[in-house]
């Protein structure tokens, strides 16, 4: 079976990402590979190449592991329960539901899509027109964006959230309407994003 080699932008240097072939929709990719970007988790959940569906991803594979998401098309996401980290890259027209991520989020070319999900650090890169329901410990940071809609978080999406939030310590503080646009140095508002 061949894996594809990915590199991206985001961390403090590009590092290649092995993703395994895009059926089946979930798979558990191999840990600490040479070249596994994510080598330090137990695991990682990769979701790829899929269109209008609904993805319902369990807890029991996505807890304290990195999940990536890339290459979907008006799909409904659904991820419950304390995840590690998040990357989502190049969907369109999607819903994403998701638990707790207890360290980043991390999101490029990520257009037309709404998001709900807390987090401690939320990147977002070269997207547009999409809306986020957040709880944010730091601020968001956004760069070469536009059209971004930033709401508090106040549905839970599933059941178990709240013990979810208290599990992770990310509950007591939220900074949903604190973002910095890289983009713009102006004291003035940033006219990239707004909040609703």
């Known amino acids: 079976q061949v ?3 990915q590199t991206t932008g985001f961390g403090r240097g590009k590092k290649k990402k092995t993703t395994a072939p895009p059926a089946p929709a979930v798979v558990a990719a191999p840990a600490g590979e040479e070249g ?3 080598s330090k988790y137990s695991g990682d959940v990769v979701v790829t190449d899929r269109a209008s569906e ?11 592991k990195d999940v990536l998401l890339r290459n979907l098309v008006s799909c409904t996401v659904h991820i419950p329960g304390v995840l590690g980290t ?12 998701i638990g707790v991520i207890s360290g ?3 999101l490029e070319r990520c257009s037309k899509s709404t998001f709900t999900v807390t987090c401690q650090q939320a ?3 070269t997207t547009e027109d999409a809306t986020f329901y957040i709880h944010v410990t730091s601020k ?3 760069e070469d964006c536009k059209g971004l809609r930033f709401g508090e978080r106040k549905e839970a999406g599933y059941e178990g959230y709240l013990e979810d939030l208290s599990a992770s310590g990310l509950g007591e503080k939220n900074n949903w309407s604190d973002v ?3 983009n713009w140095l102006n004291k003035e508002q940033s006219p990239n994003w707004t909040t609703i």
Do not use: E, K, P, V
């Open 86 to 97: 998040l990357h989502c890259t190049n969907c369109t027209n999607c819903t994403f539901i």
């Open 3 to 5: 894996l594809s080699t």
């Open 54 to 64: 609904t993805l319902h991803i369990s807890r029991d594979q996505t807890t304290g």
């Open 180 to 182: 910095d646009d890289f």
């Open 36 to 38: 596994d970007r994510f």
């Open 104 to 106: 980043s989020l991390f």
């Open 123 to 125: 990147r977002i890169h």
């Open 140 to 142: 968001a940071i956004i």
